[in-house]
């Protein structure tokens, strides 16, 4: 298999990062990039997700609960937050 150089720009912290990490896993980067583009090729895409910081199930499970609490009349309200720590010690 006749084989070719293939140059990428990375931060230079990343890469000492990705040395490091290979590293422990007994490779260097360019098996590790060898090993991505195999795994894309075979797989027909990236081989994980690929995605904007979207919050956790839990996370917007969470928010919602916290939304649905905010609209509720039967949830206790406060007027500040000592009234509220004297509520909790109790």
Same mark, same amino acid.
């Given at each position: /298999? +006749? !084989?070719?150089? #293939?140059?990428?720009? /990375? $931060? =230079? &912290?990343?890469?000492?990062? +990705? $040395? ?6 007994? /490779?260097? #980067? !360019? ?17 994980? $997700? ?7 199930? %839990?996370?917007? =499970? +969470?928010? !919602?609960?916290?939304?649905?609490? =905010?609209? $509720? ?9 000592? %009234? =509220?720590? &004297?509520?909790?010690? &109790?």
């Amino acid at each position: /298999m +006749a !084989s070719t150089n #293939i140059s990428i720009r /990375m $931060d =230079a &912290k990343l890469k000492e990062q +990705a $040395d490091i990490f290979f590293n422990e896993l007994g /490779m260097n #980067i !360019s098996t590790a990039f060898n090993i991505f583009v195999r795994q894309s090729l075979r797989e027909g895409r990236i081989p994980f $997700d690929i995605s904007i910081n979207q919050p956790k199930a %839990e996370t917007i =499970a +969470a928010l !919602s609960e916290a939304e649905a609490i =905010a609209i $509720d009349p039967n949830t206790k309200r406060y007027n500040d937050v000592e %009234e =509220a720590l &004297k509520e909790l010690k &109790k």
